[in-house]
Nanobody, 125 residues
Framework: VQLQASGGGLVQAGGSLRLSCAAS????????LSWFRQAPGKEREFVSA????????FYADSVKGRFTISRDNAKNTVFLQMNMLKPEDTAVYYC???????????????????WGQGTQVTVSS
């Protein structure tokens, strides 16, 4: 499984970015896809996740109402639409994937065996 994240960049506070993560995988729709982020000097933290079977997505409280995760199973791609960006959203964003991630574990980085290379998001004040 290979994941390729893209879409990061520099944006002013209040702006928007859309991240994409393309997966080279068979049976993409069976995978739970997630986004994590890591700021300098901080631990990697959960941002959002979406299960393969649909259902309500998962969000960290810090991004709820501002970020939207979606997936296109026909294109093997997961997206993260980020609106109303804040300087504290600055981080390297990673996409992650795995099968059979139970709901209680979607927020744990250890639940995912497959990771993309990360894309830098910088929000200026």
């Amino acid at each position: 499984v290979q994941l390729q994240a893209s879409g990061g960049g520099l944006v002013q506070a209040g702006g928007s970015l859309r991240l994409s993560c393309a997966a080279s995988v068979v049976s993409f729709r069976t995978y739970t896809l997630s986004w994590f982020r890591q700021a300098p000097g901080k631990e990697r933290e959960f941002v959002s996740a979406i299960k393969g079977n649909g259902g309500s997505p998962f969000y960290a409280d810090s991004v709820k109402g501002r970020f939207t995760i979606s997936r296109d199973n026909a294109k093997n791609t997961v997206f993260l639409q980020m609106n109303m960006l804040k300087p504290e959203d600055t981080a390297v964003y990673y996409c992650a994937a795995d099968r059979q991630v139970i709901n209680s574990s979607v927020r744990r980085a250890s639940s995912y065996n497959y990771w993309g290379q990360g894309t830098q998001v910088t929000v200026s004040s």
